[in-house]
């Protein structure tokens, strides 16, 4: 049985959401720039090159909502009430692999937006170092440059985390 295009979006959900949530750093405004992605991916279905991957069309609405969002906050600023919602994954009841994990999400946070959008693209996502210049309008030898400036900044933060007393 053929795939829809419909079922091969919904197998993306996951992924789309996990690049908002780097991108926007809130759960709650993460899927809504996922549904505002899907709502362009429908309206522009007929848009898609054929021979382009689902996965990266879908990264660069996704990417472009953010923007958009982005933007629209800057010119209609409105105050969080209910705070940021920064839940963890789900993670295994070991207690140091908590603090760990812990350590490494913080550390993966404080890394400037463009170090955590590349890492999450090319290191979590898979993406190949063309699919992720094509998402981010930048050229493969720039992908390179901040991959390798995003590992050393995490190296860095992570060494800091371990080096600094609690």
Sequence with gaps: MALTIVDLIEREIPRLRRYARCL???????????????????????????????????FVILRTCHIDEVRRARSHPVEDIA?????????PESQDLRVTLGEIRDAFLRLKEEHREILLLV?????????????LGIPVGRVRSRLSRARQALRTASLDSVQTPR
């Design 123 to 135: 290191v979590v996502e898979e993406l190949d170092y063309q699919e992720a210049a094509d998402i």
């Design 83 to 91: 705070g940021s919602n920064n839940r963890s994954p789900a993670i």
């Design 24 to 58: 926007v750093r809130d759960a709650d405004r993460a899927d809504d720039v996922v549904q505002e992605c899907l709502v362009r991916a429908r309206d522009r279905i007929d848009t898609s090159q054929p021979g382009t991957r689902l996965r990266a069309w879908l």
